[in-house]
């Protein structure tokens, strides 16, 4: 039987610590303007990097939930992600109206 230390506690520990890594990178960059949201180019990465740590999640999460058989959660996650690969592609690939 797998319990909770097996199964979450790697999951959580994974995206807690590196998550808040992430997150306080993402604070340094924002506030050194290192990434100007103004930017149309630099708007871009940061949906880009937003996506690639939630992308991650996503895809631990499906397989996680996967393995112990929980089809139903899986595939709402794997719908997620689907959604949020549209959403990317879409902010990615348009053009914008402003200059």
């Given at each position: 039987?797998?319990?909770?230390?097996?199964?979450?506690?790697?999951?959580?520990?994974?995206?807690?610590?590196?998550?808040?890594?992430?997150?306080?990178?993402?604070?340094?960059?924002?506030?050194?303007?290192?990434?100007?949201r103004d930017r149309l180019?630099?708007?871009?990465?940061?949906?880009?990097?937003?996506?690639?740590?939630?992308?991650?999640?996503?895809?631990?999460?499906?397989?996680?939930?996967?393995?112990?058989?929980?089809?139903?959660?899986?595939?709402?996650i794997a719908l997620f992600?689907?959604?949020?690969?549209?959403?990317?592609?879409?902010?990615?690939?348009?053009?914008?109206?402003?200059?």
């Amino acid at each position: 039987m797998l319990d909770f230390n097996r199964i979450w506690l790697p999951y959580l520990y994974l995206y807690i610590v590196g998550g808040g890594i992430f997150c306080v990178g993402m604070f340094i960059i924002l506030k050194s303007k290192s990434l100007n949201r103004d930017r149309l180019r630099h708007n871009k990465w940061f949906y880009i990097l937003i996506f690639g740590l939630l992308y991650y999640m996503g895809i631990h999460g499906f397989f996680t939930f996967a393995a112990i058989g929980e089809t139903t959660i899986s595939l709402i996650i794997a719908l997620f992600l689907i959604g949020m690969i549209a959403q990317l592609a879409i902010t990615v690939f348009t053009k914008p109206n402003k200059i």
